[in-house]
């Protein structure tokens, strides 16, 4: 897709707050906005933010609207948590670690450098304590967060000039967000975040070295091939990106019973949606990416990999020492169950793949 043609598709130009009417009640019928920080129709996470929207209307047989607003149509992409905390919105879609300013422990809920897979991410948040930690976290703004989305492990970012070693990070100019942000800085790199649609543009002025965003389904649409020739994978820093909804937690519990079994489950169901979705066109995109458009497919040099864990090691270290008692009790639980579900994953899965890569030729 041609991102000029895809950001006038969205309504990204020009795109300004859009003053709304209040949430329509009638014959016991709810209508709630979401905003959400991605582009309309954007691949993956903003279509993934519209069937949301879309199953809970059907399921709920219309008692229960949602009329999503993308990202600029209401309020600005990275402020839509302070939305619905501030009563603008009933719902925002996003991804926690954008709010890390709010709570350095929220960044565990969307993705850990060299942290949880997006199966171990939703063992640890269904199973393992996660939710209601995450709970107590939110409880402190009056909303309530669900995992509504993954797209599994992230591309590593898009490099102007090919990173030769770990000396070539050094005052790069990097969009990243989150813990994985922390751990480029350590590296030596100059970080900051941006939404989506505003990341081309800082790429191709310059004011940008580097991005990552999510991954080829996503990254082919906003045209950072046209900038950036240098693709590596995998990141390190992002192994199974959650997305999630947060919703205005006293309209939540006001809603009967049904309805908010309704919102509950369709967020789960969206989360493995959402995550199959990346897993069919993440490699069609890639595909596309080298042969259409002459991308050079990369992987970081050893240094650097070695470097990022031992950075990574540093900061989960000083968050499980954080005198804020959430945070800590946060970073400690999320630790207690990678341990736990790694050996699953590197034990059975990972022993299965690289089986089959060594073995299967079909």
Not at 289 to 299: A, D, M, S, T, Y
Request: hydrophobic share 40%; net charge negative; proline share 4%.
């Amino acid at each position: 897709m041609d991102r000029r043609s895809f950001l006038k598709k969205a309504g990204l130009a020009g795109a300004g707050a859009t003053a709304l009417a209040t949430p329509a009640i009638a014959q016991g019928n709810q209508t709630w906005r979401m905003v959400t920080t991605w582009p309309k129709n954007f691949p993956g996470l903003g279509v993934g933010a519209q069937r949301l929207a879309d199953r809970i209307t059907a399921a709920s047989g219309g008692r229960l609207t949602i009329q999503v607003y993308a990202a600029g149509e209401l309020v600005p992409p990275l402020q839509s948590l302070d939305a619905v905390i501030d009563g603008s919105a009933e719902m925002s879609h996003g991804a926690a670690y954008y709010w890390q300013n709010k709570s350095a422990a929220l960044s565990f809920f969307t993705g850990v450098p060299f942290g949880m897979t997006s199966r171990e991410m939703a063992a640890w948040v269904r199973f393992m304590g996660g939710q209601e930690i995450w709970d107590e976290i939110y409880d402190q703004f009056g909303v309530q967060g669900f995992l509504s989305g993954d797209t599994g492990t992230q591309a590593g970012g898009w490099f102007r000039n090919e990173l030769t070693g770990l000396d070539s990070v050094k005052g790069l100019r990097f969009r990243t967000p989150g813990l994985g942000g922390r751990v480029w800085e350590k590296l030596g790199a100059t970080v900051t975040n941006m939404a989506a649609g505003e990341i081309f543009q800082a790429l191709q002025s310059g004011t940008l070295d580097a991005a990552e965003f999510v991954g080829p389904y996503n990254d082919l649409a906003l045209g950072f091939y046209q900038v950036a020739k240098n693709y590596y994978f995998p990141s390190f820093v992002e192994p199974g990106l959650a997305t999630e909804l947060v919703v205005d937690k006293k309209k939540y519990q006001e809603l009967p019973a049904d309805l908010q079994a309704i919102v509950k489950d369709v967020c789960q169901a969206e989360y493995d949606q959402v995550a199959s979705d990346f897993y069919a066109n993440d490699p069609r995109a890639l595909k596309t990416l080298v042969e259409q458009h002459g991308v050079n497919v990369r992987q970081f040099p050893d240094d650097i990999i070695e470097a990022g864990a031992k950075a990574a090691e540093e900061i989960l270290g000083e968050l499980r020492d954080s005198s804020d008692a959430l945070t800590k009790k946060t970073t400690e639980s999320f630790i207690e169950a990678l341990n736990i579900v790694r050996t699953r994953t590197e034990g059975t899965d990972g022993a299965f793949v690289e089986a089959r890569r060594k073995y299967f030729k079909i």
